[in-house]
Antibody, heavy 120, light 110 residues
Framework: EVHLLESGGALVQPGGSLRLSCEASGFTFSTYAMNWVRQAPGKGLEWVSGISGSGSNTYYADSVKGRVTISRDNSKNTVYLQMNSLRVEDTAVYSC?????????????WGHGTLVTVSS | QSVLTQPPSVSAAPGQKVTISCSGSSSNIGNNYVSWYQQLPGTAPKLLIYEYHKRPSGIPDRFSGSKSATSATLGITGLQTGDEADYYCGTWDSSLSAYVFGTGTKVTVL
């Protein structure tokens, strides 16, 4: 059974940094792309970033480009999201999602998310 | 502001049918596969439809997907109270080089 468990969410001040982690189990991790999707309170889904199975290809939404880095450690079955220069508008629940597409496309399993709150 | 537009809400009585539209452009829906996701209250999204019309294992055939030019449609037949949820379309946008979700549609069973 596929499990995705996010961690690392916290309350952080504007301009601060945070690293989110998503530990996966139940599938051959290195075979699949992974993505981060966020949802601000009471709002819709927003794709943040994606990474290929090997880690050689990464993709970012314009809203986070230059402030966020996605990476993965296939030996630890974990994908990361390093977030810098955080803004109030980055406040959201961040979820990781497994993807069976080539470019970000088909998110077939999701974690329950970790809450990031950016506030002074 | 999303590049994929959905109606904010749709509703119907139990047993009836609803359709949810997702309007985009040639850089997204027109040339890339569309997926549909269901998000029940307080839960993580679930993949309902991928590649316009395919259903993952375990998704009932009450859910269907289609595409015409630069729009996609999700259909739900035999509406049940358990279908009350938010529904999102999503696809790759070749111009943005980014994945985009629709604005979301809330389905209410009357």
């Amino acid at each position: 059974e596929v499990h995705l468990l996010e961690s690392g969410g916290a309350l952080v001040q504007p301009g601060g940094s945070l690293r989110l982690s998503c530990e996966a189990s139940g599938f051959t991790f290195s075979t699949y792309a992974m993505n981060w999707v966020r949802q601000a309170p009471g709002k819709g889904l927003e794709w943040v970033s994606g990474i290929s199975g090997s880690g050689s290809n990464t993709y970012y939404a314009d809203s986070v480009k230059g402030r966020v880095t996605i990476s993965r450690d296939n030996s630890k079955n974990t994908v990361y999201l390093q977030m810098n220069s955080l803004r109030v508008e980055d406040t959201a629940v961040y979820s990781c999602a497994k993807d069976f597409g080539v470019v970000p496309s088909n998110f077939d399993y999701w974690g329950h998310g970790t809450l990031v709150t950016v506030s002074s | 502001q999303s590049v994929l537009t959905q109606p904010p809400s749709v509703s119907a009585a139990p047993g009836q049918k609803v359709t949810i539209s997702c309007s985009g452009s040639s850089s997204n829906i027109g040339n890339n596969y569309v997926s549909w996701y269901q998000q029940l209250p307080g839960t993580a999204p679930k993949l309902l439809i991928y590649e316009y019309h395919k259903r993952p294992s375990g998704i009932p055939d009450r859910f269907s997907g289609s595409k015409s030019a630069t729009s996609a449609t999700l259909g739900i037949t035999g509406l049940q109270t358990g279908d009350e949820a938010d529904y999102y379309c999503g696809t790759w946008d070749s111009s943005l080089s980014a994945y985009v979700f629709g604005t979301g549609t809330k389905v209410t069973v009357l």
